[in-house]
């Protein structure tokens, strides 16, 4: 078993950046594929971004190129930096982790979940 905790949610003019952490306890860190989704209100759960146990790292069209996913297994910590925010990027974003190799867009491939943090961006 995993438990996820994602921190550094907050508001945030657009234009601008913030750093999504998220922190795990429970078996090895570094044997999950670690994911971040979020949720609009209205809308369904969307990949993000997954980073493999090896590092190798895949986004979705709308944040590639002005997100970065980075993982410290040390720490056992996962960072989601986001910039040039939209307002479009509103959302909770939430952490996810996947038993073994495959990265993947599903939010049904992910096994375990945080509580999700609040990104608001304003006009």
């Known amino acids: 078993q995993v438990q996820l905790v994602e921190s550094g949610g907050g508001l945030v003019q657009a234009g601008g950046s913030v750093r999504l952490s998220c922190v795990s306890s429970?078996?090895?860190?570094?044997?999950?594929?670690v994911g971040w989704f979020r949720q609009a209100p209205g809308k369904e759960r969307e990949f993000v971004a997954a980073?493999?146990?090896?590092?190798?790292?895949y986004y979705s069209d709308s944040v590639k190129g002005r997100f970065t996913l980075s993982r410290d297994n040390a720490k056992s910590m996962v960072y989601l930096q986001m910039g040039s925010l939209e307002p479009e990027d509103t959302a909770v974003y939430y952490c996810?982790?996947?038993?073994?190799?495959?990265?993947?867009?599903?939010?049904?491939?992910?096994?375990?979940w945080g509580q999700g943090t609040q990104v608001t961006v304003s006009s």
């Open positions: 980073i493999s146990r090896s590092d190798s790292t």
């Open positions: 429970g078996r090895t860190f570094s044997s999950y594929v």
């Open positions: 996810a982790a996947r038993d073994g190799r495959l990265l993947s867009v599903s939010p049904l491939d992910y096994h375990y």
